[in-house]
């Protein structure tokens, strides 16, 4: 019997999306504001100083980083160069 009485039962809804356009349009639908930089404020100080002198020496000329990247990638083009010529 008691099988019977659970089959007879009719199911319950479980969701509905009634009104609920009506909600979010109460107020306006607002887009997320999307911001370029992340707030710095909280962050490690220690991190945040040396942040500061890496964009403060990055790209100017004569910085360690433009110096070195330039330099090594030009003497390794030229040895290669001559060693192909040795070996014809």
Known sequence: RHFA???EMVKQKNHTARNKTVREHKRGITKVPDFRY????GMDP?????????????????G????????????????DDE???DED
Not at 64 to 79: G, H, Y
């Open 83 to 85: 060693e192909e010529e």
């Open 64 to 79: 360690r980083r433009a110096d070195a990247s330039d330099d090594d990638d030009d003497e390794d083009d030229d040895d």
């Open 46 to 62: 220690k991190f945040l100083r040396n942040q500061r002198y890496a964009k403060k020496w990055c790209n100017v000329e004569g």
């Open 38 to 41: 992340k707030p710095l404020k």
């Open 5 to 7: 009485a659970a089959a």
